[in-house]
Protein backbone atom coordinates (compact mmCIF):
# COMPACT_ATOMS: atom_id res chain seq x y z
CA UNK A 1 0.00 0.00 0.00
CA UNK A 2 1.18 3.50 -0.55
CA UNK A 3 0.62 6.13 1.39
CA UNK A 4 -0.02 10.18 1.27
CA UNK A 5 2.59 12.12 3.27
CA UNK A 6 2.19 16.01 3.77
CA UNK A 7 4.71 18.58 2.40
CA UNK A 8 6.27 18.77 6.15
CA UNK A 9 6.33 14.89 6.60
CA UNK A 10 7.92 14.79 3.07
CA UNK A 11 10.43 17.25 4.46
CA UNK A 12 11.59 16.11 7.32
CA UNK A 13 10.86 12.11 7.36
CA UNK A 14 14.23 10.45 9.06
CA UNK A 15 13.15 7.26 8.07
CA UNK A 16 10.87 4.83 6.93
CA UNK A 17 9.64 5.12 3.19
CA UNK A 18 8.27 8.21 1.86
CA UNK A 19 8.55 8.63 -1.96
CA UNK A 20 10.07 11.59 -2.54
CA UNK A 21 9.27 13.88 -4.82
CA UNK A 22 12.94 16.00 -5.04
CA UNK A 23 13.42 19.54 -6.15
CA UNK A 24 16.16 20.07 -8.18
CA UNK A 25 18.99 19.97 -5.38
CA UNK A 26 18.19 16.52 -3.22
CA UNK A 27 20.28 14.34 -5.62
CA UNK A 28 23.09 17.33 -6.40
CA UNK A 29 23.62 17.53 -2.57
CA UNK A 30 25.00 14.61 -0.94
CA UNK A 31 25.09 14.25 3.03
CA UNK A 32 23.84 11.93 5.58
CA UNK A 33 20.79 11.43 5.12
CA UNK A 34 20.23 10.98 8.91
CA UNK A 35 21.61 13.86 10.10
CA UNK A 36 24.51 14.94 12.88
CA UNK A 37 25.25 14.57 16.25
CA UNK A 38 25.30 18.68 17.86
CA UNK A 39 29.24 18.87 18.69
CA UNK A 40 29.87 16.24 15.38
CA UNK A 41 31.22 17.01 12.03
CA UNK A 42 29.02 18.15 9.58
CA UNK A 43 29.47 18.06 6.42
CA UNK A 44 27.25 17.94 2.53
CA UNK A 45 28.82 17.52 -0.59
CA UNK A 46 27.69 20.28 -3.30
CA UNK A 47 27.87 19.13 -7.76
CA UNK A 48 27.99 22.16 -8.94
CA UNK A 49 31.00 24.41 -10.87
CA UNK A 50 30.92 27.31 -9.17
CA UNK A 51 31.85 28.54 -5.25
CA UNK A 52 28.89 30.24 -3.45
CA UNK A 53 27.20 30.41 -0.33
CA UNK A 54 25.18 27.83 1.27
CA UNK A 55 22.40 28.48 4.04
CA UNK A 56 21.42 25.66 6.84
CA UNK A 57 17.79 26.68 6.75
CA UNK A 58 14.51 25.55 8.89
CA UNK A 59 11.82 24.29 7.96
CA UNK A 60 9.95 27.98 7.77
CA UNK A 61 13.00 28.74 5.70
CA UNK A 62 15.04 30.27 8.56
CA UNK A 63 18.40 31.08 8.15
CA UNK A 64 20.54 29.83 11.29
CA UNK A 65 24.09 28.94 9.36
CA UNK A 66 25.72 30.57 6.52
CA UNK A 67 28.84 29.34 4.76
CA UNK A 68 31.13 29.57 1.72
CA UNK A 69 31.45 26.15 -0.59
CA UNK A 70 35.23 24.99 -0.58
CA UNK A 71 36.36 23.60 -3.70
CA UNK A 72 37.47 20.10 -3.19
CA UNK A 73 41.49 19.18 -3.41
CA UNK A 74 40.79 16.43 -6.03
CA UNK A 75 38.40 15.62 -8.71
CA UNK A 76 35.96 12.37 -8.09
CA UNK A 77 36.94 9.37 -10.18
CA UNK A 78 34.43 10.99 -13.27
CA UNK A 79 37.54 13.76 -13.21
CA UNK A 80 34.64 16.45 -11.96
CA UNK A 81 35.71 18.43 -8.78
CA UNK A 82 33.20 19.16 -6.26
CA UNK A 83 32.02 21.49 -3.65
CA UNK A 84 32.15 21.00 0.26
CA UNK A 85 29.74 22.72 2.73
CA UNK A 86 31.05 22.43 6.22
CA UNK A 87 28.74 23.38 8.70
CA UNK A 88 30.30 21.47 12.26
CA UNK A 89 29.85 24.77 13.86
CA UNK A 90 26.20 24.87 14.06
CA UNK A 91 25.28 23.09 17.12
CA UNK A 92 21.74 23.85 17.77
CA UNK A 93 19.50 20.84 17.65
CA UNK A 94 16.63 20.64 15.14
CA UNK A 95 15.47 19.74 11.56
CA UNK A 96 17.17 21.18 8.98
CA UNK A 97 17.89 21.28 4.82
CA UNK A 98 20.92 22.69 3.20
CA UNK A 99 19.72 24.96 0.62
CA UNK A 100 22.43 26.18 -2.04
CA UNK A 101 21.20 29.04 -4.66
CA UNK A 102 21.13 28.22 -7.94
CA UNK A 103 20.87 24.35 -6.47
CA UNK A 104 17.99 23.68 -4.73
CA UNK A 105 18.22 22.14 -1.32
CA UNK A 106 19.30 18.97 0.34
CA UNK A 107 17.31 16.47 1.84
CA UNK A 108 16.18 17.10 5.63
CA UNK A 109 18.01 15.68 8.22
CA UNK A 110 18.03 16.17 12.10
CA UNK A 111 21.06 17.66 14.10
CA UNK A 112 20.55 15.75 17.52
CA UNK A 113 21.98 13.54 20.04
CA UNK A 114 21.40 9.95 19.31
CA UNK A 115 20.91 10.68 16.05
CA UNK A 116 21.73 7.15 14.47
CA UNK A 117 19.73 5.41 17.21
CA UNK A 118 17.27 4.02 14.89
CA UNK A 119 19.02 2.71 11.65
CA UNK A 120 21.52 1.64 14.31
CA UNK A 121 19.06 -0.55 15.75
CA UNK A 122 17.64 -1.49 12.96
CA UNK A 123 20.68 -3.02 11.70
CA UNK A 124 20.27 -5.45 14.12
CA UNK A 125 17.01 -6.09 13.92
CA UNK A 126 17.70 -7.03 10.25
CA UNK A 127 18.36 -10.40 11.24
CA UNK A 128 15.36 -11.15 13.33
CA UNK A 129 14.31 -10.57 9.38
CA UNK A 130 16.45 -13.41 8.70
CA UNK A 131 15.52 -16.16 10.34
CA UNK A 132 15.11 -19.25 9.39
CA UNK A 133 13.02 -22.44 10.87
CA UNK A 134 10.41 -19.73 13.10
CA UNK A 135 7.39 -17.48 11.99
CA UNK A 136 7.74 -13.64 12.39
CA UNK A 137 5.23 -12.83 14.14
CA UNK A 138 3.01 -9.14 13.45
CA UNK A 139 4.54 -8.16 17.23
CA UNK A 140 7.88 -8.63 15.98
CA UNK A 141 8.01 -8.03 12.84
CA UNK A 142 5.23 -5.33 11.98
CA UNK A 143 3.87 -5.29 8.39
CA UNK A 144 6.61 -7.87 7.50
CA UNK A 145 4.99 -11.01 9.11
CA UNK A 146 5.46 -14.18 7.49
CA UNK A 147 4.94 -17.85 8.01
CA UNK A 148 8.09 -20.23 8.75
CA UNK A 149 9.88 -21.34 6.48
CA UNK A 150 12.70 -24.25 5.94
CA UNK A 151 11.85 -26.23 9.19
CA UNK A 152 15.19 -27.87 8.82
CA UNK A 153 14.53 -30.72 10.98
CA UNK A 154 15.24 -33.17 8.07
CA UNK A 155 18.66 -32.42 6.55
CA UNK A 156 20.37 -34.95 4.52
CA UNK A 157 23.83 -35.46 4.38
CA UNK A 158 25.11 -34.94 0.71
CA UNK A 159 27.51 -37.97 -0.33
CA UNK A 160 29.93 -35.25 -0.51
CA UNK A 161 29.76 -35.08 3.44
CA UNK A 162 29.11 -38.74 4.08
CA UNK A 163 31.27 -40.59 6.53
CA UNK A 164 30.98 -44.28 8.25
CA UNK A 165 28.97 -42.91 10.91
CA UNK A 166 26.73 -40.72 9.02
CA UNK A 167 26.56 -42.26 5.67
CA UNK A 168 24.82 -40.11 2.58
CA UNK A 169 21.18 -39.86 3.27
CA UNK A 170 21.25 -39.61 7.03
CA UNK A 171 18.74 -37.51 8.28
CA UNK A 172 19.97 -34.78 10.69
CA UNK A 173 18.50 -32.05 12.25
CA UNK A 174 19.60 -28.23 11.92
CA UNK A 175 17.24 -25.47 12.26
CA UNK A 176 17.69 -21.95 13.22
CA UNK A 177 20.32 -19.74 11.78
CA UNK A 178 20.38 -16.98 9.33
CA UNK A 179 19.28 -16.96 6.09
CA UNK A 180 22.48 -15.85 4.27
CA UNK A 181 21.85 -12.97 2.25
CA UNK A 182 19.20 -12.22 -1.04
CA UNK A 183 18.62 -16.22 -0.87
CA UNK A 184 17.66 -19.19 1.62
CA UNK A 185 20.72 -21.17 2.59
CA UNK A 186 23.00 -20.83 5.26
CA UNK A 187 27.04 -20.98 5.14
CA UNK A 188 29.42 -21.11 7.96
CA UNK A 189 32.06 -18.70 6.86
CA UNK A 190 29.59 -16.11 6.28
CA UNK A 191 27.60 -17.17 8.91
CA UNK A 192 31.10 -17.14 11.13
CA UNK A 193 32.35 -13.48 10.60
CA UNK A 194 29.07 -12.34 10.82
CA UNK A 195 28.06 -13.86 13.82
CA UNK A 196 31.64 -12.72 15.80
CA UNK A 197 30.93 -9.38 14.58
CA UNK A 198 28.25 -9.04 16.22
CA UNK A 199 29.61 -10.75 19.52
CA UNK A 200 32.20 -8.50 19.27
CA UNK A 201 29.79 -4.95 19.23
CA UNK A 202 28.88 -6.27 22.51
CA UNK A 203 32.38 -7.42 24.02
CA UNK A 204 33.93 -3.76 23.26
CA UNK A 205 30.75 -1.87 24.03
CA UNK A 206 28.51 -3.74 26.81
CA UNK A 207 27.46 -1.14 28.54
CA UNK A 208 25.61 0.59 25.87
CA UNK A 209 24.51 -2.83 23.54
CA UNK A 210 22.66 -3.53 27.28
CA UNK A 211 20.32 -0.55 26.38
CA UNK A 212 19.54 -1.81 22.99
CA UNK A 213 16.24 -3.07 22.78
CA UNK A 214 14.67 -4.75 19.34
CA UNK A 215 11.52 -6.10 20.12
CA UNK A 216 12.39 -9.71 19.75
CA UNK A 217 10.79 -12.76 20.78
CA UNK A 218 13.24 -13.35 23.31
CA UNK A 219 13.21 -8.98 24.18
CA UNK A 220 13.43 -9.20 28.63
CA UNK A 221 15.13 -12.11 29.23
CA UNK A 222 17.80 -11.34 31.35
CA UNK A 223 20.20 -11.21 27.73
CA UNK A 224 20.96 -8.06 26.43
CA UNK A 225 19.12 -8.39 22.24
CA UNK A 226 22.04 -8.66 20.37
CA UNK A 227 23.48 -11.43 22.01
CA UNK A 228 19.53 -13.07 21.93
CA UNK A 229 20.07 -12.63 18.01
CA UNK A 230 23.50 -13.78 17.84
CA UNK A 231 22.24 -16.96 19.92
CA UNK A 232 19.55 -17.62 16.88
CA UNK A 233 22.45 -18.12 14.94
CA UNK A 234 25.41 -19.38 17.31
CA UNK A 235 22.57 -22.56 17.77
CA UNK A 236 23.06 -23.34 14.01
CA UNK A 237 26.66 -23.31 14.12
CA UNK A 238 26.89 -25.47 16.96
CA UNK A 239 24.07 -28.23 14.57
CA UNK A 240 26.92 -27.70 11.96
CA UNK A 241 29.82 -30.12 13.66
CA UNK A 242 29.80 -33.52 12.76
CA UNK A 243 30.57 -36.11 15.59
CA UNK A 244 34.64 -36.07 14.47
CA UNK A 245 35.11 -32.29 15.41
CA UNK A 246 34.58 -31.35 11.29
CA UNK A 247 31.88 -28.37 10.51
CA UNK A 248 29.72 -29.05 7.23
CA UNK A 249 30.44 -25.85 5.26
CA UNK A 250 26.81 -25.23 4.39
CA UNK A 251 23.33 -26.24 4.77
CA UNK A 252 21.87 -25.48 1.40
CA UNK A 253 19.66 -26.77 -1.85
CA UNK A 254 20.97 -28.32 -4.82
CA UNK A 255 19.88 -25.11 -6.16
CA UNK A 256 18.73 -21.47 -5.26
CA UNK A 257 15.38 -21.42 -4.40
CA UNK A 258 13.19 -19.20 -6.88
CA UNK A 259 11.72 -15.67 -5.74
CA UNK A 260 9.02 -16.72 -3.16
CA UNK A 261 8.36 -16.63 0.34
CA UNK A 262 10.54 -18.59 2.35
CA UNK A 263 7.43 -21.32 3.50
CA UNK A 264 7.08 -21.77 0.17
CA UNK A 265 10.29 -22.85 -0.29
CA UNK A 266 10.66 -26.72 0.41
CA UNK A 267 13.43 -27.72 -2.09
CA UNK A 268 15.61 -30.98 -0.45
CA UNK A 269 17.98 -29.57 2.28
CA UNK A 270 21.81 -31.01 2.48
CA UNK A 271 24.32 -30.58 4.43
CA UNK A 272 27.77 -30.70 2.43
CA UNK A 273 31.97 -31.45 2.35
CA UNK A 274 33.60 -30.49 5.50
CA UNK A 275 35.85 -28.12 5.16
CA UNK A 276 39.10 -26.69 6.59
CA UNK A 277 37.47 -23.35 6.81
CA UNK A 278 34.50 -23.69 8.01
CA UNK A 279 35.72 -25.68 11.02
CA UNK A 280 38.35 -23.02 11.76
CA UNK A 281 35.42 -20.05 11.42
CA UNK A 282 33.60 -22.75 13.56
CA UNK A 283 36.53 -22.63 16.25
CA UNK A 284 36.92 -18.75 16.99
CA UNK A 285 33.33 -18.06 16.91
CA UNK A 286 32.63 -20.64 19.69
CA UNK A 287 35.55 -19.70 21.44
CA UNK A 288 34.27 -16.19 21.73
CA UNK A 289 31.18 -17.06 22.11
CA UNK A 290 32.49 -18.94 25.17
CA UNK A 291 33.81 -16.10 27.17
CA UNK A 292 30.99 -14.13 26.81
CA UNK A 293 28.07 -15.99 27.62
CA UNK A 294 30.18 -17.22 30.81
CA UNK A 295 29.31 -14.48 31.81
CA UNK A 296 25.28 -15.45 32.24
CA UNK A 297 25.65 -19.24 33.82
CA UNK A 298 22.04 -18.55 35.38
CA UNK A 299 20.23 -17.41 32.17
CA UNK A 300 22.49 -20.34 29.87
CA UNK A 301 23.82 -22.39 32.14
CA UNK A 302 26.73 -24.79 30.21
CA UNK A 303 26.26 -23.12 27.23
CA UNK A 304 30.31 -21.84 27.89
CA UNK A 305 30.88 -24.92 27.98
CA UNK A 306 29.14 -26.99 25.28
CA UNK A 307 30.90 -23.87 23.22
CA UNK A 308 34.65 -24.53 24.45
CA UNK A 309 34.45 -27.79 24.09
CA UNK A 310 32.68 -27.45 20.75
CA UNK A 311 35.75 -25.24 19.91
CA UNK A 312 38.25 -27.17 20.75
CA UNK A 313 36.76 -30.47 19.00
CA UNK A 314 36.56 -28.12 15.83
CA UNK A 315 40.66 -27.31 15.85
CA UNK A 316 41.69 -30.19 17.25
CA UNK A 317 39.74 -31.49 13.87
CA UNK A 318 41.40 -28.84 11.73
CA UNK A 319 44.94 -29.47 12.77
CA UNK A 320 44.57 -33.05 11.57
CA UNK A 321 43.20 -31.82 8.18
CA UNK A 322 44.97 -28.00 7.67
CA UNK A 323 43.94 -28.04 3.92
CA UNK A 324 40.54 -29.30 3.33
CA UNK A 325 39.78 -26.75 0.52
CA UNK A 326 36.01 -26.79 -0.44
CA UNK A 327 36.10 -26.59 -4.07
CA UNK A 328 32.43 -26.68 -5.31
CA UNK A 329 33.90 -27.53 -9.01
CA UNK A 330 35.23 -30.05 -7.64
CA UNK A 331 33.10 -31.63 -5.41
CA UNK A 332 30.14 -31.92 -8.22
CA UNK A 333 32.32 -33.79 -10.38
CA UNK A 334 32.50 -36.41 -8.03
CA UNK A 335 29.13 -36.33 -6.05
CA UNK A 336 25.48 -36.01 -6.45
CA UNK A 337 23.23 -34.11 -6.57
CA UNK A 338 25.33 -31.35 -8.18
CA UNK A 339 25.42 -28.09 -5.78
CA UNK A 340 25.44 -24.71 -7.40
CA UNK A 341 24.61 -22.44 -4.47
CA UNK A 342 26.83 -20.06 -2.75
CA UNK A 343 30.22 -21.81 -2.58
CA UNK A 344 32.29 -19.49 -0.45
CA UNK A 345 35.26 -21.08 -0.98
CA UNK A 346 38.63 -20.91 0.06
CA UNK A 347 42.30 -22.53 -0.51
CA UNK A 348 44.00 -20.37 2.06
CA UNK A 349 43.36 -21.24 5.73
CA UNK A 350 46.59 -19.30 7.80
CA UNK A 351 44.26 -16.49 8.46
CA UNK A 352 41.58 -18.75 9.62
CA UNK A 353 44.08 -20.06 12.13
CA UNK A 354 45.02 -17.18 13.20
CA UNK A 355 42.23 -16.26 14.16
CA UNK A 356 40.78 -19.34 15.62
CA UNK A 357 44.16 -19.70 17.32
CA UNK A 358 43.83 -16.07 18.80
CA UNK A 359 40.19 -16.85 20.20
CA UNK A 360 41.46 -19.63 21.60
CA UNK A 361 44.38 -18.29 23.11
CA UNK A 362 42.41 -15.26 24.98
CA UNK A 363 39.78 -17.58 26.40
CA UNK A 364 41.97 -20.14 27.13
CA UNK A 365 45.11 -18.22 28.08
CA UNK A 366 46.75 -21.69 26.45
CA UNK A 367 49.95 -20.33 24.79
CA UNK A 368 50.16 -23.46 22.59
CA UNK A 369 47.44 -22.09 20.40
CA UNK A 370 49.14 -19.29 19.35
CA UNK A 371 52.35 -21.36 19.19
CA UNK A 372 50.74 -23.14 16.25
CA UNK A 373 50.48 -20.16 13.97
CA UNK A 374 52.57 -17.93 12.18
CA UNK A 375 50.73 -15.08 13.99
CA UNK A 376 52.66 -12.58 11.62
CA UNK A 377 53.03 -13.83 7.98
CA UNK A 378 53.63 -10.54 6.59
CA UNK A 379 53.38 -6.72 6.64
CA UNK A 380 49.71 -6.28 5.35
CA UNK A 381 46.72 -6.13 7.76
CA UNK A 382 43.38 -6.86 5.36
CA UNK A 383 40.32 -5.58 5.91
CA UNK A 384 38.48 -8.71 7.35
CA UNK A 385 36.00 -10.53 4.74
CA UNK A 386 34.55 -14.30 4.70
CA UNK A 387 37.90 -14.96 2.66
CA UNK A 388 40.40 -13.01 5.03
CA UNK A 389 39.48 -13.39 8.57
CA UNK A 390 43.36 -12.28 9.64
CA UNK A 391 42.43 -9.03 11.27
CA UNK A 392 39.53 -10.58 13.60
CA UNK A 393 42.26 -12.41 15.38
CA UNK A 394 44.52 -9.27 15.95
CA UNK A 395 41.35 -7.53 16.66
CA UNK A 396 40.89 -10.19 20.04
CA UNK A 397 44.59 -9.63 20.68
CA UNK A 398 44.88 -6.29 20.76
CA UNK A 399 41.91 -5.46 23.06
CA UNK A 400 42.69 -8.61 25.59
CA UNK A 401 45.76 -7.38 25.74
CA UNK A 402 45.53 -6.43 29.34
CA UNK A 403 44.45 -9.79 30.45
CA UNK A 404 47.59 -11.82 29.16
CA UNK A 405 49.80 -11.25 31.87
CA UNK A 406 52.77 -12.95 31.43
CA UNK A 407 51.26 -14.68 28.80
CA UNK A 408 51.37 -11.71 26.21
CA UNK A 409 52.52 -12.94 22.71
CA UNK A 410 55.92 -11.84 22.15
CA UNK A 411 54.18 -10.08 18.88
CA UNK A 412 51.55 -8.08 20.51
CA UNK A 413 53.77 -4.81 20.50
CA UNK A 414 54.10 -5.34 16.78
CA UNK A 415 50.13 -6.01 16.39
CA UNK A 416 49.08 -2.65 17.68
CA UNK A 417 52.32 -0.90 15.67
CA UNK A 418 50.46 -2.20 12.43
CA UNK A 419 46.78 -1.62 13.44
CA UNK A 420 48.29 2.06 14.34
CA UNK A 421 49.99 2.01 10.98
CA UNK A 422 47.04 0.49 9.38
CA UNK A 423 44.38 3.30 10.26
CA UNK A 424 46.89 6.15 9.65
CA UNK A 425 47.22 4.94 6.01
CA UNK A 426 43.08 4.60 5.60
CA UNK A 427 42.94 8.25 6.66
CA UNK A 428 46.04 9.83 5.20
CA UNK A 429 45.14 12.10 2.33
CA UNK A 430 41.16 11.32 3.02
CA UNK A 431 40.16 14.97 3.39
CA UNK A 432 41.37 15.59 0.23
CA UNK A 433 38.79 13.39 -2.00
CA UNK A 434 35.70 14.71 -3.69
CA UNK A 435 33.67 13.45 -0.83
CA UNK A 436 36.11 13.81 1.94
CA UNK A 437 35.62 10.15 3.40
CA UNK A 438 37.92 7.34 3.90
CA UNK A 439 35.71 5.11 1.49
CA UNK A 440 36.14 7.68 -1.90
CA UNK A 441 40.44 7.35 -1.34
CA UNK A 442 40.73 4.65 -3.94
CA UNK A 443 38.71 3.15 -6.52
CA UNK A 444 39.68 -0.26 -5.80
CA UNK A 445 37.12 -0.04 -2.66
CA UNK A 446 34.16 -0.39 -5.44
CA UNK A 447 33.65 -4.13 -6.16
CA UNK A 448 31.00 -6.43 -5.12
CA UNK A 449 30.05 -6.01 -1.38
CA UNK A 450 31.45 -2.04 -1.10
CA UNK A 451 29.49 -0.94 1.50
CA UNK A 452 31.08 -3.56 3.39
CA UNK A 453 34.20 -2.20 2.84
CA UNK A 454 33.55 1.44 3.62
CA UNK A 455 31.87 -0.49 7.20
CA UNK A 456 34.88 -2.67 7.79
CA UNK A 457 37.30 0.38 7.29
CA UNK A 458 35.50 2.41 9.91
CA UNK A 459 35.46 -0.86 12.24
CA UNK A 460 39.45 -0.74 11.65
CA UNK A 461 39.76 2.77 12.72
CA UNK A 462 37.10 2.70 16.17
CA UNK A 463 39.79 -0.11 16.73
CA UNK A 464 42.30 2.17 16.22
CA UNK A 465 40.39 4.54 18.56
CA UNK A 466 40.01 2.27 21.35
CA UNK A 467 43.53 1.05 21.12
CA UNK A 468 44.87 4.94 20.90
CA UNK A 469 42.04 7.27 22.04
CA UNK A 470 43.44 9.73 19.10
CA UNK A 471 39.91 10.66 18.07
CA UNK A 472 41.27 11.54 14.37
CA UNK A 473 40.56 7.42 14.04
CA UNK A 474 36.65 8.29 15.61
CA UNK A 475 35.81 10.80 13.30
CA UNK A 476 37.61 9.54 9.70
CA UNK A 477 35.10 6.41 11.33
CA UNK A 478 32.58 8.68 11.16
CA UNK A 479 32.82 9.75 7.53
CA UNK A 480 32.53 5.96 6.77
CA UNK A 481 29.44 6.46 7.90
CA UNK A 482 28.48 9.43 6.44
CA UNK A 483 29.25 8.01 3.12
CA UNK A 484 26.80 4.99 3.74
CA UNK A 485 23.71 6.92 4.86
CA UNK A 486 23.97 9.59 1.80
CA UNK A 487 27.12 11.35 1.23
CA UNK A 488 28.52 9.32 -1.89
CA UNK A 489 28.44 9.48 -5.57
CA UNK A 490 24.61 8.41 -6.05
CA UNK A 491 22.94 9.92 -3.47
CA UNK A 492 21.66 6.95 -1.89
CA UNK A 493 21.26 5.73 2.12
CA UNK A 494 22.16 2.34 1.44
CA UNK A 495 20.24 1.29 4.19
CA UNK A 496 16.90 -0.31 3.47
CA UNK A 497 14.28 2.18 5.11
CA UNK A 498 16.70 5.23 6.35
CA UNK A 499 17.13 8.19 4.74
CA UNK A 500 14.83 10.12 1.92
CA UNK A 501 16.41 7.99 -0.99
CA UNK A 502 16.78 4.57 0.05
CA UNK A 503 16.93 1.41 -2.10
CA UNK A 504 13.12 0.00 -2.54
CA UNK A 505 14.15 -3.29 -4.70
CA UNK A 506 16.96 -5.29 -2.92
CA UNK A 507 17.95 -8.53 -4.56
CA UNK A 508 16.05 -10.04 -1.22
CA UNK A 509 13.20 -12.61 -1.75
CA UNK A 510 11.45 -11.95 1.19
CA UNK A 511 11.19 -8.20 0.03
CA UNK A 512 10.57 -9.12 -3.37
CA UNK A 513 7.96 -11.79 -2.64
CA UNK A 514 5.71 -10.42 0.41
CA UNK A 515 3.31 -8.03 -1.89
CA UNK A 516 4.62 -5.06 0.13
CA UNK A 517 6.04 -2.23 -1.19
CA UNK A 518 8.87 -1.18 1.54
CA UNK A 519 11.70 -3.97 1.49
CA UNK A 520 12.40 -5.44 4.42
CA UNK A 521 14.51 -2.31 6.77
CA UNK A 522 17.67 -1.92 8.22
CA UNK A 523 19.40 -3.91 5.10
CA UNK A 524 22.71 -2.80 3.57
CA UNK A 525 22.43 -3.26 0.01
CA UNK A 526 25.89 -4.33 -1.13
CA UNK A 527 26.60 -0.87 -3.64
CA UNK A 528 28.87 0.24 -6.25
CA UNK A 529 29.93 -2.06 -8.21
CA UNK A 530 31.18 -1.51 -11.87
CA UNK A 531 31.50 -5.26 -12.67
CA UNK A 532 28.32 -5.80 -13.49
CA UNK A 533 28.62 -9.65 -13.03
CA UNK A 534 25.13 -10.21 -12.67
CA UNK A 535 24.64 -8.44 -16.40
CA UNK A 536 22.83 -5.43 -15.78
CA UNK A 537 23.46 -2.56 -17.07
CA UNK A 538 24.27 0.09 -14.24
CA UNK A 539 23.92 3.92 -15.31
CA UNK A 540 27.55 4.52 -14.92
CA UNK A 541 30.95 2.62 -14.66
CA UNK A 542 32.39 5.72 -12.46
CA UNK A 543 32.92 3.20 -9.96
CA UNK A 544 31.41 4.95 -7.10
CA UNK A 545 28.37 5.47 -9.39
CA UNK A 546 28.16 2.20 -10.27
CA UNK A 547 24.52 1.36 -8.62
CA UNK A 548 21.39 -0.07 -9.73
CA UNK A 549 18.16 -0.20 -7.43
CA UNK A 550 16.85 -3.21 -9.05
CA UNK A 551 16.12 -6.93 -7.34
CA UNK A 552 17.59 -8.49 -10.35
CA UNK A 553 21.12 -6.64 -10.01
CA UNK A 554 22.84 -8.75 -7.18
CA UNK A 555 26.15 -7.32 -8.04
CA UNK A 556 25.07 -4.52 -6.28
CA UNK A 557 21.83 -4.45 -5.00
CA UNK A 558 22.06 -7.79 -3.29
CA UNK A 559 22.18 -7.97 0.76
CA UNK A 560 24.21 -9.91 2.64
CA UNK A 561 24.50 -10.65 6.99
CA UNK A 562 28.58 -10.34 6.63
CA UNK A 563 27.79 -6.68 5.27
CA UNK A 564 25.43 -5.66 7.56
CA UNK A 565 27.74 -6.96 10.49
CA UNK A 566 30.07 -4.43 9.88
CA UNK A 567 27.51 -1.87 9.50
CA UNK A 568 26.07 -2.53 12.87
CA UNK A 569 29.15 -2.48 14.42
CA UNK A 570 29.73 0.75 12.78
CA UNK A 571 26.64 2.53 13.40
CA UNK A 572 25.74 1.07 17.62
CA UNK A 573 29.98 2.27 18.05
CA UNK A 574 29.53 5.76 16.88
CA UNK A 575 26.24 5.64 19.13
CA UNK A 576 28.27 4.49 22.20
CA UNK A 577 31.04 6.98 21.51
CA UNK A 578 29.38 10.02 20.23
CA UNK A 579 30.45 11.73 23.64
CA UNK A 580 33.90 11.25 22.80
CA UNK A 581 33.77 12.81 19.39
Keep these: MKFLFTIITLLFMQQGFAQQQPNSGTNLIRLNQ ?18 TDFYLQTADKQTVFTGELKKSTDPDFAGKHTYIAD ?9 YIVMVPGIGSSYPFEIKIDVYRNVADASIKAYYFMRASTPLLEKHAGKWHRAEGHPDTAVLVHSSAATASRPAGTVISAPGGWYDAGDYNKYIV ?19 MKTVKLNIPESGNG ?23 GVYHKLTNAVFDKFEMPDSAIATRYVVQKGTAATLDFAAVMAQASRIFRKYPNELPGLADSCLNKATKAWGWAMKNPDVAYDQDKMNEKFTPQVTTGAYGDDSFGDEFIWAASELFVTTKQSEYLKAVNLIPDNYMPVPTWSNVRLLGYYTLIKNAGSFGDKAPKQLPELQQKLLAFADELISGADDNAYETVMNKSSRNFNWGSNSIAANEGVALIQAYKLSGNKKYLRYALSNLDYILGRNGTGYSYITGYGSKTPMHPHHRPSKSDGLVEPVPGLLVGGPNPGMQDHIQVPSVVPDEAYIDDDRAYAVNEIAINWNAPFAYLANAIEALQGEL
Design 190 to 208: NSGISTSTLLSLYEDFPAY
Design 87 to 95: FSACHQPGK
Design 34 to 51: IGFYPGGPKTAIVLTDKQ
Design 223 to 245: IPDILNEALWNLRWMMKMQDIDG
